[in-house]
């Protein structure tokens, strides 16, 4: 019962241009999305949230996109940096319950 | 706020004895999940509590396993006659407990292998 699917297992770009990892939701109740990064040996740490009320948030170098008719978010890093390599996981949750998570997309920012 | 703290680290046991894994929370939070993680995939649900309250444990999770959370503070994580199927990353996050802005902090996880 995948209610969070990210269907690009890994993703390459070049230092400087823009890194999209995206993402896909089935549950219409979910109100609340979250973009986490993990490096190897290490928990995920949270990166950026949006609420469903909002269609994009921004912080800093990241934003996060919300398209609730499509059922899909997207991450958006700009510029990439070499740093940013790691998995990236996309979450969701509804009415303050637990969180579902995706299965990750590998970015590969290449220097 | 020294973060969400996991132990052990690593384990490795055989087939069929009993682990405990710790996880201690940030301070403040109210809630506190578990979540497994295998290779490739994204961390799996297991169960949750809000102060020492189970208030959701996953249907993936068989009578083998069992958490606590006495007092509100830290948990454990324990897993009876393991398996070889049982061999992941299993990860605690704590949280706020709130309505609004709601994020999980993670800790490094315990990685089991079960031989």
């Known amino acids: 019962d995948q209610q969070v699917k990210q269907n690009s297992p890994s993703l390459s770009v070049q230092e400087g241009r823009i890194s999209i990892l995206n993402c896909d939701y089935t549950?219409?109740?979910?109100?609340?999305f979250l973009w986490y990064k993990k490096y190897p040996a290490e928990g995920p740490t949270f990166l950026i949230s949006?609420?469903?009320?909002?269609d994009k948030n921004e912080d800093g170098r990241f934003t996060v996109f919300l398209n609730k008719s499509a059922k899909h978010l997207s991450l958006h890093i700009v510029p990439s940096q070499p740093g940013d390599s790691a998995v990236y996981f996309c979450?969701?949750?509804?009415?303050?319950?637990?969180?579902?998570f995706g299965s990750g997309t590998k970015l590969n920012v290449k220097p | 706020d020294t973060g969400v703290s996991q132990d052990p680290r690593h384990k490795i046991t055989k087939r069929g004895q009993n682990v405990t894994f710790r996880c201690d929370p940030i301070s403040e939070h109210n809630r506190l999940y578990w979540y497994r993680q295998t290779l490739g995939q994204g961390p799996e649900f297991l169960t949750y509590?809000?102060?020492?309250?189970?208030?959701?444990k996953s249907r993936l999770l068989s009578d083998r396993f069992s958490a606590e959370r006495p007092k509100g503070s830290f948990s454990t994580l324990e897993i009876q006659r393991t398996e070889q199927g049982d061999s992941a990353m299993y990860l605690c996050a704590s949280s706020l407990g709130r309505t609004t802005d709601e994020k999980l902090f993670f800790g490094s996880g315990t990685q089991l292998s079960v031989l």
């Open positions: 509590f809000q102060n020492e309250a189970q208030l959701e």
């Open positions: 949006i609420s469903s009320i909002k």
């Open positions: 549950n219409s109740m979910f109100d609340y």
């Open positions: 979450a969701a949750n509804s009415n303050f319950n637990k969180f579902y």
